[in-house]
């Protein structure tokens, strides 16, 4: 699973994840289909989107317009937390295919994990039950791989002794945010990580250090966090409603961050820290 500057990661069950990803989380269900051809368009072929997004839909339409294969995309969505447990998990994936057209997804996700807040009794054996649903939808072929969002090391431990593990987990990362212990677990467990917002929602954009790093290599910071993110092994999800932003943040191949500039933005670690605590956030 080590970066080697493809322009995909291979996760455990061998099927590869194009890189970087299309997010479009608070891309409007009208907006999003243009979008996402514009994304199509400029080379990506991995999208991401979410029952939570409310735009399956668009990016739905968007893939029956855009003229590719079903074969050549790698299509992701996720199961919100009103739909936790066994039953509803699965029938999240039935209405997130429906919505978006499609027979199979490549990447099904649980968005958020339970966690002791809101069920400090049973949080982990809602999570398993879960799980299971995904087990099962991966094996009846609706999912080509699964995996979970906002997973840390205390939420992933239960799952570990299940049938099948998490095959990728996808958490806030950026300069200032990278999760190490979640991250070295993951690396130890062979879970890929993907990385949610990138940029720090924007938050690092104006980080000094960075705007130098950008500038000797003739480049932006947002290109110098897509570069940090795979460079750290991670697949980062970019996102954009910009033509321009949509084909800049593709662009991270032809320079490379050296080792010093790569432990340099390490230390901004705790600087700009995770918008949420997945230990700790209730959505109720």
């Excluded at 699973?1 to 479009?24: D, L, R, V, W």
């Excluded at 398993?128 to 995904?134: C, H, I």
């Excluded at 929602?201 to 966090?225: F, M, S, T, W, Y």
């Amino acid at each position: 699973m080590e970066y080697s500057n493809e322009k995909y990661f291979t996760i455990s069950n061998q099927t590869h994840i194009p890189a970087p990803g299309f997010g479009t989380y608070l891309i409007d269900n009208e907006t999003v289909c243009p979008v996402v051809k514009e994304a199509l368009d400029a080379g990506y072929r991995h999208i991401d989107t979410a029952a939570f997004y409310k735009n399956e839909e668009g990016v739905g339409k968007a893939i029956a317009e855009s003229g590719l294969d079903r074969k050549d995309l790698f299509v992701v969505s996720k199961v919100w937390n009103d739909h936790r447990g066994y039953d509803l998990v699965k029938q999240s994936c039935q209405e997130s295919l429906e919505r978006l057209g499609l027979d199979y997804l490549d990447l099904f996700l649980i968005h958020w994990p339970a966690n002791p807040v809101e069920y400090p009794d049973t949080w982990s054996q809602i999570n398993q039950d879960s799980w299971k649903a995904m087990i099962d939808l991966y094996k009846e072929g609706k999912v080509k791989a699964i995996g979970v969002c906002n997973f840390l090391p205390e939420q992933l431990d239960p799952l570990m002794k299940m049938e099948i593990v998490p095959m990728v987990n996808q958490i806030e990362f950026h300069p200032g945010c990278t999760w190490p212990e979640t991250l070295d677990y993951c690396k130890k467990h062979g879970i890929l990580v993907e990385a949610w917002s990138p940029l720090g929602r924007g938050r690092v954009l104006e980080e000094p250090l960075l705007r130098i790093i950008a500038k000797d290599h003739g480049k932006d910071v947002a290109q110098v966090c897509v570069r940090y993110a795979l460079q750290k092994n991670t697949l980062p999800l970019v996102k954009s409603v910009h033509p321009e932003r949509i084909q800049s943040n593709l662009d991270v191949f032809d320079f490379e961050l050296t080792p010093n500039e790569m432990e340099a933005i390490d230390e901004l670690e705790g600087r700009y820290p995770a918008s949420r605590d997945p230990l700790t956030t209730a959505f109720k």
